[in-house]
């Protein structure tokens, strides 16, 4: 009645004995119950007792085919030996993962003695395999071969298998269920409580026998003995019966043939990109493999959208050569990426060598075009370049948008041939009273049919500018009433024509020829209190004033640079020096005669210090850079008093505001630029301030708004005294922007040269 029951174990051991646990029991191993797996080959009904070696064993077992899950209990021990046991069904509850997990040998499979395969194109090889059925089974193991690869056929079907007749046998043993039992009673993990017997390893009884399978290629299969190309895999299924298993094998086959590297340029691609109706070329590098030589040709084609490639022949020796690879998309193809296989053609027969991923795109333009800079109150010519793209022609309208504010733009139609590009050009318009305003992007947009583009550029906003001719300006400083005074020379001229103008506003007038002996550039400008202009040719150690329409000079001894200033009695004051002694002089311009009048201790470079006068040119105030002080002069009586400016170490700008009160610009102890308000106690009120990356701001000066106006670097600022920070910072852009002037109204003007017109330019920025 047991023939058909097999205990079954794994390494020795029994599946699942002492492996769960299902009730510990009592102290003497009574009542302890664990888990064994039994397999029954089909259905069978297990009942009964028997006795075996002092052991009695109760069998009440319902086994379904296959694996069943029988628990054994413990019902009576005597002198620390197991006397009586019950085996039954496992009625339920927790298994661990341990117990289920457990592997158990297959009654049907099949492996391959080695996974490998290597053959000549067109020859065929074999793979051995070992099968294992059960025992005493007859019949055919079905062999398929799926997804083959090209040219790869399994020429065996089948395998057959005898049970009957194995090689190697496993004995059923079914004689031996007593003594299986009786060892299954004395496990190794019962703590100690009963006797250590590790029981034999029963099986299922299995046949293990062995058959080849025959792999066959043909001519068109695709060879594997090149750089690129990996082994097939060759996907083995075996079924028997109802059981199927499959395996996996790799085969490599040998012919020669050719490798190719498309390169676009230097660079190798696997893709191009083309408009319908378009060609391209590529540089194809061929390789022979396997001892090919001869010629080659590339050849790439498809039935369905016509888009075709070739190159060469190219004869092969030893080495690899290179052959242009044309690409041609018929016109009317659909745009799409087209994976298309390039195959080359040789004495070995045909091969694909490449794929090459075919972006069939659809017409486009490319829309370009120059940064612009819009002045207010003019129009500028931007040119906008189209450049046809993937076959596109036809006619487009070309707009501007995303426009900042004050500028507009009139649209225009051209249009652009097939491979080839057009220019439109826009017309763009600035307001009157347009402001600053740092490069900005905006959008071009192209129309046409069945075609929108854009592209982008960036625009600048600038002040209206008003031309002051064809001159370099030099110097300047700041007119009654608005505008400038400025000295220029003829553009790229230097030395010679130098002239003096006002800039109103608008227009340049009260233009007069100055006197010159010397370089140019050694100019000082200074505008006295009633509107006079003065002026101070250092190298040439000259002084003029222009007042009335009327231009007066003299000749003085500075014995070195020096700034200026005028006061409100037709007097110019400066930093000169008689028998090597420098102190600060007036030139007096009713007498002509020179004087010193105030004597510090100056040196030679005091004559770089700012110096400056008040609104009403009763004082001036100069900075004793030897002393590091500052000093006040009463332009009357030219009494002096100085302030030691706390908290500065470096003076490079002075200004006075209405009320007469002196600020300074420089660096602190710490190098830190600071604003400076001097009080009239001697002790100075700090704001943090950078005017710009020049330590000595050209401009620097109140207007009549209170404001305090710096120009350093290519940054304008102004500063609020009342809030003790800077209230405006504007980017005048002008690459070549080298001059600047206060506006007393209001604002400042920058001065720059147009080299392209020659001309010199001036914006007023608020």
Request: aromatic share 8%; net charge neutral; charged share 15%.
């Amino acid at each position: 009645m047991y023939t058909d029951l097999y205990p079954v174990g794994i390494a020795g051991n029994l599946v699942g004995f002492g492996e769960e646990i299902v009730d510990g029991g009592a102290a003497d191993g009574s009542g302890r119950s664990d888990l064994l797996r039994f397999y029954a080959s089909a259905a069978s009904r297990v009942t009964g007792e028997f006795s075996c070696e002092g052991v009695t064993s109760s069998f009440d077992l319902d086994l379904k085919a296959g694996w069943n899950i029988v628990q054994r209990t413990v019902t009576k021990v005597s002198a620390g030996e197991i006397t009586a046991q019950t085996f039954r069904m496992f009625a339920g509850g927790t298994v661990t993962q341990a117990f289920t997990a457990l592997q158990t040998q297959q009654r049907f499979n099949v492996q391959l003695n080695s996974n490998s395969l290597t053959v000549n194109r067109g020859e065929s090889g074999t793979l051995d395999t070992v099968i294992t059925v059960p025992d005493g089974t007859t019949g055919t193991v079905q062999v398929e071969l799926l997804d083959p690869p090209p040219g790869v056929s399994l020429a065996t079907s089948s395998l057959p298998v005898n049970g009957g007749s194995s090689s190697q046998r496993a004995s059923s043993l079914p004689q031996r269920l007593p003594q299986t039992l009786k060892a299954a009673s004395s496990p190794t993990h019962q703590g100690g409580r009963g006797s250590s017997v590790s029981p034999s390893s029963l099986i299922a009884p299995q046949t293990v026998g062995s058959a080849a399978i025959t792999i066959q290629t043909s001519a068109d299969t695709p060879r594997t003995n090149t750089a690129y190309k990996s082994p097939h895999p060759l996907r083995l299924r075996f079924t028997y019966g109802q059981d199927r298993v499959e395996a996996t094998a790799y085969l490599s086959v040998n012919a020669p043939g050719v490798r190719a590297e498309l390169r676009d340029g230097y660079y190798s691609t696997s893709g191009t990109t083309l408009g319908a109706g378009d060609t391209a070329s590529l540089t194809a590098i061929v390789t022979p493999e396997g001892g090919l030589t001869g010629e080659v040709r590339l050849s790439m084609s498809d039935p369905v959208t016509g888009i075709s490639g070739e190159g060469g022949p190219v004869t092969l020796g030893s080495n690899g050569e290179s052959v242009p690879f044309k690409i041609t998309v018929p016109r009317g193809t659909a745009p799409g990426t087209y994976a298309l296989p390039v195959q080359a053609t040789h004495a070995a027969g045909k091969e694909t060598v490449a794929t090459l991923n075919v972006k069939v795109a659809a017409p486009a333009l490319r829309v370009s075009a120059p940064a612009a800079t819009v002045y207010g109150g003019e129009t500028v010519s931007l040119p906008v370049t189209l450049e046809s793209q993937y076959g596109f022609e036809g006619a487009v309208t070309v707009s501007a948008a995303d426009l900042p504010a004050g500028v507009t733009a009139t649209p225009v139609n051209v249009t652009v041939p097939r491979g080839g590009a057009a220019s439109a050009t826009l017309t763009l318009t600035g307001a009157e009273n347009l402001g600053t305003l740092p490069s900005r992007e905006i959008t071009l947009n192209v129309q046409g049919t069945n075609l929108a583009a854009r592209g982008t550029t960036t625009l600048t906003l600038r002040p209206k500018r008003f031309s002051l001719g064809q001159v370099n300006v030099v110097t300047t400083t700041a007119a009654r009433g608005g505008g400038f005074w400025f000295t220029s020379q003829p553009y790229d001229q230097s030395g010679a024509g130098a002239r003096l103008a006002r800039l109103d506003g608008t227009k340049v007038v009260d233009e007069v020829a100055l006197p010159v002996s010397a370089s140019f550039n050694s100019w000082r400008l200074v505008t006295a209190p009633n509107g006079d202009v003065w002026g101070l040719q250092t190298s040439g150690e000259k002084v003029f004033r222009y007042a009335g329409g009327q231009l007066q000079s003299w000749d003085v001894n500075l014995g070195g640079p020096a700034n200026i200033a005028a006061d409100n009695q037709n007097r110019l004051w400066f930093v000169g020096s008689q028998a090597g002694d420098y102190s600060l002089m007036r030139l007096d311009a009713a007498s002509g005669k020179v004087e010193a009048v105030v004597r510090q201790g100056f040196t030679y470079s005091t004559g770089y210090a700012p110096l400056v006068r008040s609104a009403d040119g009763t004082a001036l105030f100069l900075y004793d850079s030897s002393n590091k002080r500052l000093l006040r002069v009463d332009t009357a009586s030219g009494a002096t008093s100085a302030w030691p400016l706390p908290g500065l170490n470096m003076i490079t700008a002075l200004a006075v505001d209405a009320a007469g009160t002196p600020w300074v610009y420089g660096r602190g102890s710490d190098l830190s630029t600071r604003i400076a308000r001097v009080n009239s106690d001697g002790t100075t009120t700090l704001f943090n301030f950078y005017a710009g990356s020049g330590d000595q701001p050209e401009t620097f000066g109140f207007d009549e708004q209170g404001l305090l106006w710096s120009s350093s670097g290519g940054q304008l600022k102004a500063f609020n005294p009342q809030t003790g920070q800077a209230e405006r910072s504007l980017d005048p852009g002008y690459e070549s922007s080298n001059r600047t002037a206060l506006n007393l109204p209001g604002g400042i003007w920058t001065i720059w040269a147009d080299s392209n017109a020659r001309t010199s330019y001036s914006s007023l920025n608020r």
